[in-house]
């Protein structure tokens, strides 16, 4: 899988917007990117992917540079319960083969602060 | 419904033993994944599931790690003779497919090995 760049760590106050970044100059043509936070104690859970175009969801956007080379995740209205790190991942979901696992680097911790 | 389950949630073992952690799918996902995630780290990719058959494995630490999935649904990570390295936060996923679908995580079962 291409590798992704992220901050370490980001802060944001309570109902703020938070936009959180991700480098992936290497991305190619098929490579989705994918979205996953883990809260304190718990597994991962799915956030957002897209291919090309800008995604919404009930939990947040994605926002993909017209190049593809970076993404932004955007949270609307940060809530303490979005304390967590997030990962950005890139997959090509049409990869045949064995290349299926989803591949974690140390991603963002984002502290929310009331 | 119910989500992916794994258990126990938490096991203390002594050096030497053998352990097994078990890992309840999403009814009907074909795709199950075995990560581990040591204190402050990242997740580590050990082994992916297509139905029963494991394409990819190449995370498997040492071959005293194994896992086996029967009847396309439950699987169990086996640690036989286990150190103190391999005291970490074990992580099941699950998907629908392979491709273009999300993954459902676990809670984990935390493996401290005294």
């Known amino acids: 899988d291409a590798k992704t760049t992220q901050p370490n760590s980001m802060e944001s106050n309570e109902e703020e917007p938070v936009h959180l970044p991700c480098n992936h100059s290497?991305?190619?043509?098929?490579?989705?990117i994918h979205w996953y936070r883990q809260l304190p104690s718990q597994g991962p859970e799915y956030v957002i992917h897209?291919?090309?175009s800008n995604v919404n969801n009930r939990m947040a956007s994605l926002a993909i540079a017209e190049d593809r080379k970076s993404s932004t995740l955007i949270l609307h209205r940060a809530t303490l319960r979005d304390a967590a790190v997030y990962y950005c991942?890139?997959?090509?979901?049409?990869?045949?083969?064995?290349?299926?696992?989803?591949?974690f680097g140390k991603g963002t911790l984002l502290t929310v602060n009331p | 419904g119910a989500g992916v389950s794994q258990s126990p949630s938490n096991k203390v073992t002594e050096k030497g033993k053998d352990v097994e952690l078990r890992c309840d799918p999403i009814?009907?996902?074909?795709?199950l994944y075995w990560y581990r995630q040591s204190l402050g780290q990242g997740l580590e990719f050990l082994i992916y599931?297509?139905?029963?058959?494991?394409?990819?494995k190449s995370g498997l630490p040492s071959d005293r790690f194994s896992a086996e999935r029967t009847g396309g649904s439950v699987s169990t990570l086996t640690i036989q003779r286990t150190q103190q390295e391999d005291s970490a936060v074990y992580l099941c996923?699950?998907?629908?497919?392979?491709?273009?679908?999300?993954?459902?995580f676990g809670q984990g079962t935390r493996l401290t090995v005294v």
């Open positions: 996923a699950s998907r629908e497919r392979l491709v273009n679908t999300e993954a459902f």
């Open positions: 290497t991305i190619s043509g098929t490579d989705y």
């Open positions: 897209g291919l090309t």
């Open positions: 991942i890139l997959r090509d979901e049409n990869s045949g083969g064995s290349n299926y696992k989803l591949t």
């Open positions: 009814s009907g996902h074909t795709a």
């Open positions: 599931f297509q139905g029963n058959s494991a394409p990819d």
